[in-house]
């Protein structure tokens, strides 16, 4: 039996897989949306078929916030009623057998940032403390009653163990990859979206905290701040072999830089303790102080806004005043 096209709408931003066969529709663009948006809810729903020749349809919706998969009228493969070829059809039931295994973590979300966070660990980093990361990564993936705050608590060891090699690095690469990485950056770049990034750099615009920045997110849509993401991951990757060389050629400068912000890293630790510690002089503020402090720790990971010195001194001068102790 000949395919039958497939009409297919996205109300959420996702994916038109309008023309195409289910399987060849899921095999590419539908399922490239499906597999990037980690942790969104999908729903596959409305799959249904007239009696004699009209088109399956198929409708991919991703909704913020939600991690489980909807199959609302997926019983429809299995009736005579559903005209897709076999194979499409067995295609498309293992294709959400597979997305229900992959998603099937209460807090896959937060192993995905847990995940980013190994991934983007510098070549610096110790390789062997790097695979100890990855290993216990691998035992909070396998466990499904794994609790979030302890994800969480992982993501922040990561990125306090490889923060200093962060920065040293991240001082490297802008003092003799920054042209490189920018030159990889832009070939990952739609042309359209290419012109419309250089007309922003030109205007004044900074790539820097894009996924934060709020005059960023006001100059691209949601999707286009996607792809520039995905571009800039891209980049960073692309400009490891080159880095590798300019790091062993300049090695002395790298070490002093990593030495730097290990010194760095021990006052700001001993700046949050010292936050810690006033939460324990009063019962009253003590949830509060303690937020701030998780809030400040987050800032050692890759997945959060950096360290910003001067507010983490402001926020222990505004509650030594609270509580009396200037």
């Known amino acids: ?9 996205d109300p959420g931003g996702g994916c038109d897989i ?5 399987g060849q529709a899921l095999s590419s663009r539908a399922t490239r949306s499906i597999t990037r948006e980690s942790g969104s809810h999908l729903a596959i729903e409305g799959i249904s078929a007239l009696w004699e020749g009209g088109p399956g349809r198929v409708l991919v919706r991703r909704l913020p916030g939600r991690r489980d998969l909807d199959m609302s009228a997926a019983p429809a493969l299995f009736t005579g009623q559903f005209l897709l070829e076999p194979l499409a059809a067995l ?16 807090n896959q979300n937060e192993l995905n940032l847990l995940k980013m966070a190994i991934d983007r660990i510098p070549f610096t980093f110790p390789e062997k403390e790097k695979k100890d990361f990855e290993n216990k990564y691998q035992e909070l993936e396998a466990n499904p009653e794994a609790a979030r705050d302890d994800i969480e608590s992982m993501i922040v060891a990561v990125g306090r163990a490889n923060w200093p090699y962060r920065k040293a690095y991240g001082d490297m690469l802008q003092n003799y990859g920054a ?17 419309k990034y250089e007309d922003y750099v030109n205007r004044g615009g900074n790539l820097h905290d894009f996924r934060r920045g709020k005059n960023f997110e006001e100059e ?14 891209s980049a960073d990757d692309e400009v490891k072999g080159f880095m590798i060389g300019v790091i062993k050629e300049h090695r002395e400068e790298h070490d002093e830089a990593l ?5 760095q890293q021990k006052i700001l630790s001993n700046m949050i303790e010292s936050l810690r510690e006033l939460a324990g002089q009063s019962e009253k503020w003590a949830s ?12 050692w990971s890759i997945v959060e806004r950096d360290f910003d010195e001067d507010k983490l001194t402001h926020e222990i001068e ?5 509580l009396g102790l200037e």
């Open 1 to 9: 039996m000949p395919r039958q096209p497939v009409d297919g709408t």
């Open 18 to 22: 309008e023309g195409q066969g289910v």
């Open 91 to 106: 295609f498309l039931f293992f294709k959400i057998r597979y997305n229900l295994i992959n998603m099937a973590h209460k």
């Open 179 to 195: 042209e490189k990485h920018e030159e990889f950056f832009k070939l990952h770049l739609p042309d359209d979206l290419r012109k």
């Open 220 to 233: 691209f849509t949601p999707e286009e701040n996607l792809a520039i993401e995905e571009a800039f991951f």
């Open 259 to 263: 030495a730097l912000y290990q010194k």
């Open 288 to 299: 509060q102080i303690i937020d701030k402090v998780k809030n400040f720790e987050e800032g």
């Open 318 to 322: 505004y509650w030594e005043g609270v």
